[in-house]
């Protein structure tokens, strides 16, 4: 393997995000236990993980020698004051899917950059204003296999925008990955964003 950026996910929703500002990196998912601890915050949940998703590959590429910089990313979805992961079923989906008209629906992404050793990361919130999805379309909304692997059972940049009446903070966040924020974090660990 070869040095470089090095995107610690299997998600397509954040490789394409950051091409979507000219960045390719080379994506090695990350084999992390995601288990919620008893008493954490969404908050301290999505930076803990970010962080050992970044660790985890960099320990993989210890043996490259060129300069290397891995990015991570955990996104989760709070509402109702309650962590809404991916849904297990078409039942479990429709109780996330209520959830998400309370008034503190928003989106949490840890971002972790490791380089040369260190660490550095931020948590980015953004609020949601979702109007929910009228139960005749719930049936079709799920079996259209959007929401099914998706933390909060939507996707903003999908069909899911029907029922999405706005948004405060950043769209990107939602996506899965805040791009103006991860830039900051790029470069601050010095990775040249213009080559």
Same mark, same amino acid.
């Given at each position: 393997?070869?040095?470089?950026?090095?995107?610690?996910?299997?998600?397509?929703?954040?490789?394409?995000?950051?091409?979507?500002?000219?960045?390719?990196?080379?994506?090695? &998912?990350?084999?992390?236990? $995601?288990?919620?601890? +008893? /008493?954490?915050?969404?908050?301290?949940?999505?930076?803990?993980?970010?962080?050992?998703?970044?660790?985890?590959?960099?320990?993989?590429?210890?043996?490259?020698?060129?300069?290397?910089?891995?990015?991570?990313?955990?996104?989760?979805?709070?509402?109702?004051?309650?962590?809404? +992961?991916?849904?297990?079923?078409?039942?479990?989906?429709?109780?996330?899917?209520?959830?998400?008209?309370?008034?503190?629906?928003?989106?949490?992404? /840890?971002?972790?950059?490791?380089?040369?050793?260190?660490?550095?990361?931020?948590?980015?919130?953004?609020?949601?204003?979702?109007?929910?999805? &009228?139960?005749?379309?719930?049936?079709?909304?799920?079996?259209?296999?959007? &929401?099914?692997?998706?933390?909060?059972?939507?996707?903003?940049?999908?069909?899911?925008?029907?029922?999405?009446?706005?948004?405060?903070?950043?769209?990107?966040?939602?996506? /899965?990955?805040?791009?103006? $924020?991860?830039?900051?974090?790029?470069?601050?660990?010095?990775? &040249?964003?213009?080559?």
């Amino acid at each position: 393997m070869a040095g470089g950026l090095y995107l610690a996910s299997a998600s397509p929703r954040r490789a394409d995000l950051l091409r979507q500002i000219g960045i390719t990196a080379r994506c090695l &998912p990350a084999d992390v236990d $995601e288990s919620l601890r +008893a /008493g954490e915050s969404a908050f301290d949940y999505v930076r803990r993980l970010a962080i050992a998703k970044a660790e985890t590959v960099a320990a993989r590429l210890a043996h490259v020698r060129e300069p290397i910089w891995v990015l991570a990313a955990d996104t989760t979805v709070v509402a109702g004051g309650e962590i809404l +992961a991916k849904p297990q079923s078409f039942t479990d989906a429709k109780r996330i899917w209520r959830h998400l008209k309370e008034p503190d629906h928003c989106v949490l992404t /840890g971002i972790a950059l490791w380089h040369a050793g260190a660490v550095v990361q931020h948590v980015v919130s953004t609020k949601v204003d979702f109007a929910g999805i &009228p139960e005749a379309e719930q049936r079709a909304y799920w079996e259209s296999g959007e &929401p099914q692997d998706k933390a909060g059972g939507y996707a903003i940049q999908g069909r899911a925008a029907l029922y999405i009446r706005g948004i405060e903070g950043s769209y990107s966040n939602v996506v /899965g990955l805040p791009l103006a $924020e991860t830039a900051a974090l790029l470069r601050q660990a010095d990775y &040249p964003l213009w080559l």
